[in-house]
């Protein structure tokens, strides 16, 4: 039988936005998406106007239900994004345990999340204080250090 893969990566990619990191006890919930451009796996999402509804808009702390789980089942549409949920779809949202995001800025682990907003919304999610324009993600901690762009798990037990 002819050999079809003799070399491994030692170091395989360690999770992509929206993968739930482990099998550990948490909370998924699911809500339509709102947004004309959808949500993006890993992506922070809030309430939105309807009562199922959620939004990539920030809206505050109160109001924030969690992070977009990756669906690799969601197709792919005419003029869509990929690795989104378009808008009028069902998204599943983690709001605990753990989950992989790409964050805006170096963390650290053990630091509060903060989602930037207004003029600070390229912070993206990160390590910032909450303030006027980074709003508070709940509970939910920074599990590995990384630099900014990097996948990094989060995690709210």
């Known amino acids: ?17 929206g993968m739930v990191s482990n099998m550990e006890p948490g909370n998924r919930i699911s809500r339509t998406v709102e947004d004309v451009a959808g949500l993006a796996f890993g992506a922070p999402a809030w309430q ?46 983690m709001s605990r345990t753990t989950i992989y995001v790409r964050v805006g800025q170096a963390v650290t682990k053990r630091q509060a999340v903060t989602i930037g907003t207004g003029a600070n919304a390229a912070h993206g999610i990160s390590a910032a204080p909450a303030d006027a324009t980074h709003v508070a993600a709940p509970g939910w901690i920074f599990d590995e250090t990384v630099a900014a762009g990097g996948i990094c798990r989060l995690a709210r037990r």
């Open 48 to 93: 939105g106007s309807g009562d199922r509804g959620c939004t990539g808009v920030p809206g505050t702390a109160d109001n924030f239900l969690g992070f977009v789980i990756a669906d690799h089942g969601q197709p792919l549409m005419p003029g869509g994004t990929a690795d989104t949920i378009p808008r009028y779809e069902s998204a599943a949202l």
């Open 1 to 17: 039988m002819a050999v079809i893969q003799d070399q491994y990566n030692d170091t395989p990619t360690k999770g992509f936005p």
